[in-house]
C-alpha cells in the first residue's frame, strides 16, 4: 500500500532552518511526483513545492522561492524539503503529497508541524 511519512518539523526561530522528509512506500519515483503543502489555521491549503517523477525538475510557490529547496533520494524513498530564512509566515502544517501520473491518483501525509517565532 501507499504510505508517505513527514518528519522534521518543530519549532524554529525566524531566520533559523529546518529539514523535512518523506519517506514514500508502495511506489516508485518513477511513477510519481511528490510535492509539499502546506497549511496554516484558518488558511486553504497551498502547494509549497513540487519535484517531478522522473525528470527531477522542481517548482517553488513564489512565497518561499529562494529559501526552500526539494531534493529526492530515491535510494532511501525520500524527498526532502530544505526550509531555509525561515519566517513567521511559514508557520504551517506541512503535508506530503503524492501523485500517481498514470491514474491521477493523489496521496497525502498526515503531516507535520512548523512553527517559526519571531
Known amino acids: 500500500e501507499v504510505q508517505l511519512v513527514e518528519s522534521g518539523g518543530g519549532l524554529v526561530q525566524a531566520g533559523g532552518s529546518l529539514r523535512l522528509s518523506c519517506t514514500v512506500t508502495?511506489?516508485?519515483?518513477?511513477?510519481?511526483?511528490i510535492g509539499w503543502f502546506r497549511q496554516a489555521p484558518g488558511k486553504e491549503r497551498e502547494k509549497v513545492s513540487c519535484?517531478?517523477?522522473?525528470?527531477?525538475?522542481?517548482d517553488y510557490a513564489y512565497s518561499v522561492k529562494g529559501r526552500f529547496t526539494i531534493s529526492s533520494d530515491n535510494a532511501k524513498n525520500t524527498v526532502y524539503l530544505q526550509m531555509n530564512s525561515l519566517k513567521p509566515e511559514d508557520t504551517a502544517v506541512y503535508y506530503c503529497?503524492?501523485?500517481?501520473?498514470?491514474?491521477?491518483?493523489?496521496?497525502w501525509g498526515r503531516g507535520t508541524q512548523v512553527t517559526v517565532s519571531s
Open positions: 503529497h503524492g501523485i500517481r501520473i498514470l491514474t491521477s491518483t493523489n496521496y
Open positions: 508502495g511506489f516508485t519515483f518513477d511513477d510519481y511526483g
Open positions: 519535484i517531478g517523477a522522473k525528470d527531477d525538475s522542481t
